[in-house]
């Protein structure tokens, strides 16, 4: 397979990624947040469908762990990038687990705890993927400022989830966190992936 046709596929990957993740996470996660017991009363199958695209993207995370590494195959920090991005995909899988047992429980409280135990699960995934992102904007050769934001937004990762475990106050912080990881992950990643499916493979 040539470059072109690994560059469009791990492109198309990320897409997915993106559009399974923010139904997921902005609609079904928040849901069950704000009403633990209603959503999974009376929206069980949104809940249900929420889990499958949270899998969709620990799946397609090992697609794109693949396409990156046939990539950029030659640099010395790529398997050690790739290795980190599947270990990320794995936990996300295991991080499931906790919301498929919200499925048949009665109780908002227990809910609630489930959530919570994905939640945590979730941001050990996102320390080890801060640490993709940052080789990876070592790895890529060009262009140098989604480099640059691929880098910042690894590192909000990885300063995000050391927060969570060891500031006490973090819920006070946790807007001011939020924008300092989402503001550099939505510019970078999606940047890259625009050029990954436009110009990636072509040299």
Do not use: C
């Not at 889990?51 to 762990?65: G, H, K, Y």
């Amino acid at each position: 397979m040539n470059s072109r046709k690994l560059s469009i596929i791990t492109g198309v990957s990320y897409l997915i990624i993106f559009f399974a993740a923010i139904f997921a996470n902005f609609m079904m996660l928040e849901s069950l947040k704000q009403n633990p017991l209603e959503t999974v009363l009376q929206q069980n199958m949104m809940v249900r469908l929420g889990i499958m695209a949270f899998l969709i993207t620990a799946l397609f995370d090992v697609v794109v762990a693949w396409g990156l590494f046939k990539l950029y195959r030659d640099h010395y920090l790529t398997q050690l990038s790739t290795w980190l991005r599947i270990m990320h995909a794995a936990i996300m899988g295991i991080a499931v687990f906790a919301l498929v047992l919200t499925l048949n429980e009665d109780s908002g409280e227990t809910i609630a705890y489930y959530v919570d135990v994905f939640n945590i699960i979730w941001l050990i995934g996102l320390f080890f993927f801060g640490g993709h992102l940052i080789l990876l904007a070592n790895i890529l050769p060009k262009p140098k400022w989604i480099a640059l934001f691929l880098a910042l937004a690894g590192i909000m990762y990885m300063a995000d989830t050391t927060a969570h475990f060891v500031l006490p106050n973090y819920d006070a912080l946790a807007g001011i966190f939020l924008a300092l990881v989402a503001i550099p992950s939505i510019f970078g990643e999606m940047a890259f992936t625009v050029w990954l499916l436009v110009k990636g493979g072509r040299e």
